[in-house]
C-alpha cells in the first residue's frame, strides 16, 4: 500500500492509504511514487498481469481530500522482469 500524507503548517496528516486494484500482492506496489499536482503514480515493477515481473503503474487522481483510481498502466511491449514502474 501507498500512504499519502499533508502537510499543513508544521503538521502531517495522513490523507489517504492506497492499495492496489489490479496488482498482485508481491508486485512492490509503493516501491516507486511520482506526484505532480493531483496526480500520483505509484509502481508495482513485479506486477504480473502482463508478463511475469512485467511490472505496471496506478494513477490516482485527488478531488479535494479523496484520492480515485484512475488508471492501470502497463507497457504495450512487456516482457517478463522488465519492472516497468520502478
Not at 499519502?4 to 500482492?25: D, E, H, I
Not at 478531488?63 to 519492472?83: M, V
Request: proline share 2%.
Amino acid at each position: 500500500a501507498a500512504y499519502v500524507f499533508v502537510r499543513t503548517g508544521t503538521s502531517w496528516t495522513q490523507q489517504a492509504y492506497l492499495k492496489p486494484l489490479n496488482s498482485n500482492s508481491s508486485a512492490y506496489f509503493g516501491l516507486a511514487a511520482a506526484i505532480h499536482g493531483d496526480v500520483v503514480a505509484i509502481g508495482a515493477p513485479l506486477d504480473f498481469t502482463v508478463a511475469e515481473g512485467a511490472g505496471a503503474v496506478s494513477v490516482y487522481r485527488r478531488s479535494g481530500s479523496t484520492w480515485t483510481h484512475e488508471a492501470f498502466l502497463t507497457a504495450l511491449n512487456a516482457g517478463a522482469l522488465d519492472q516497468f514502474g520502478r
